[in-house]
T-cell receptor, first 112, second 113 residues
Framework: EAGVAQSPRYKIIEKRQSVAFWCNPI?????LYWYQQILGQGPKLLIQ????????DSQLPKDRFSAERLKGVDSTLKIQPAKLEDSAVYLC??????????FGPGTRLTVL | KQEVTQIPAALSVPEGENLVLNCSFTDSAIYNLQWFRQDPGKGLTSLLLIQSSQREQTSGRLNASLDKSSGRSTLYIAASQPGDSATYLCAVRPGQAGTALIFGKGTTLSVSS
């Protein structure tokens, strides 16, 4: 069974630029999560999708972050414009509703 | 608001030692608790998942326990090896099945040969 795929693995941009991350969850997993992990911290939820609907985006900085999940499968997370404090690893995870979450390798973003 | 704390933040042990990592959470109304391993620059690998009705789970040299009433979980690693060196993260899923995980900051383990 293929795992959660993410791309790119690394991205370096300058502040005020825009960036997009892509995630392909495990086949059949209806729930998809985006987490932000700042260095030295645990991951923090940004947004949770159930199929292609948003379940929780209470911690998403909506003035600069946006996410979508088309057709209930792949998802993209966008930051526009980026700030220095957005430097972090962005992790995508997927799950069947009642069992464990499986994480992708993450995208490491550096904002200069 | 649920908060998860992991102690210690870092731990260094010689190879072969048995060790315990601690996790505490403030709200006992959890659905399940999951332990993850994270290697530098990598994503999270799930180690063990304990449902709220369970007391412990075992996988190889790893044993995780859960005391929901006291808001505590421990991860026991037997006969540690240098390959166990990584950051270990504890996460709880609040009361409902579909909600996202709340993570601690992790314990960084270093096992020397």
């Amino acid at each position: 069974e293929a795992g959660v795929a993410q791309s790119p693995r690394y991205k370096i941009i300058e502040k005020r630029q825009s960036v997009a991350f892509w995630c392909n969850p495990i086949s059949g997993h209806a729930t998809l999560y985006w987490y932000q992990q700042i260095l030295g911290q645990g991951p923090k939820l940004l947004i949770q999708f159930q199929n292609n609907g948003v379940v929780d985006d209470s911690q998403l900085p909506k003035d600069r972050f946006s996410a979508e999940r088309l057709k209930g499968v792949d998802s993209t997370l966008k930051i526009q414009p980026a700030k220095l404090e957005d430097s972090a690893v962005y992790l995508c995870a997927s799950s069947l509703v009642v069992v464990e979450q499986f994480f992708g390798p993450g995208t490491r973003l550096t904002v200069l | 608001k649920q908060e998860v704390t992991q102690i210690p933040a870092a731990l260094s042990v010689p190879e072969g030692e048995n060790l315990v990592l601690n996790c505490s959470f403030t709200d006992s109304a959890i659905y399940n608790l999951q332990w993850f391993r994270q290697d530098p620059g990598k994503g999270l690998t799930s180690l063990l998942l304990i449902q709220s009705s369970q007391r412990e789970q075992t996988s190889g040299r790893l044993n995780a326990s859960l005391d929901k009433s006291s808001g505590r979980s421990t991860l026991y690693i037997a006969a540690s090896q240098p390959g166990d060196s990584a950051t270990y993260l504890c996460a709880v899923r609040p009361g409902q099945a579909g909600t996202a995980l709340i993570f601690g900051k992790g314990t960084t383990l270093s096992v020397s040969s």
